[in-house]
């Protein structure tokens, strides 16, 4: 069965960077675009990124745009997001979640269990 | 941001039928689909483009749409069907994009 799950989340000081991973398994990762999707404590859910099966399409929300990366390694079967000049608003869970194809590039069709965010100095 | 709207809260008495509906303009082109969030855990599809239900989704959950606005019913709601609903689709911009969620509580 589909398993997404994420890891390297936690606490971080405004400014600095964090690294989040998701690890893949139960499908040919490299045959899927992958998403990063947020959640603020008690708020709704936010798109964060997404990037193509072959990583060589990357797309942001604007409120990420120029701080954050998305990349993936296919021969470790694992997502990744690199996060730097976070802010305090930045504070969420993040989750990992699988997009059927690049046709229906906006549908989230497995998602992970997610990982907390924290940004507080 | 997205540019999807929903109603905050919607109830509904237990064995009753319930619409939560998904407005904006992007849905004139394409299709919603529907996540259920349970506290505490993650979202979990439901619905699929328009009307297709993921495997071991009830069959009393079912999708349509109309204009700029697509709805997710609930046909003869159960208890565990308690849970946040957030609808998405594409934004104007063509990226991913959520509503605001629908809570909805079965009394």
């Known amino acids: 069965q589909v398993q997404l799950v994420e890891s390297g989340g936690g606490v971080v000081q405004p400014g600095r960077s964090l690294r989040l991973s998701c690890a893949a398994s139960g499908f040919t990762f490299s045959s899927n675009p992958m998403h990063w999707v947020r959640q603020a404590p008690g708020k709704g859910l936010e798109w964060v990124a997404v990037?193509?099966?072959?990583?060589?399409?990357?797309y942001y929300a604007d409120s990420v745009k120029g701080r954050f990366t998305i990349s993936r390694d296919n021969s470790k079967n694992t997502l990744y997001l690199q996060m730097n000049t976070l802010r305090a608003e930045d504070t969420a869970v993040y989750y990992c979640a699988r997009a059927p194809n690049w046709n229906y590039v906006h549908v989230f069709d497995y998602w992970g269990q997610g990982t907390l965010v924290t940004v507080s100095s | 941001s997205s540019e999807l709207t929903q109603d905050p809260a919607v109830s509904v008495a237990l064995g009753q039928t319930v619409r939560i509906t998904c407005q904006g303009d992007?849905?004139?082109?394409?299709?919603a689909s529907w996540y259920q969030q349970k506290p505490g855990q993650a979202p979990v599809p439901v619905i699929y483009v328009k009307n297709n239900r993921p495997s071991g989704i009830p069959d009393r959950f079912s999708g349509s749409s109309s204009g700029n606005t697509a709805s997710l019913t609930i046909t003869g709601a159960q208890a565990e069907d308690e849970a946040d609903y957030y609808c998405n689709s594409r934004d104007n911009s063509g990226n991913p994009g959520f509503g605001g969620g629908t809570k909805l509580t079965v009394l």
């Open positions: 990037i193509s099966k072959d990583g060589s399409n990357e």
């Open positions: 992007s849905l004139r082109s394409y299709y």
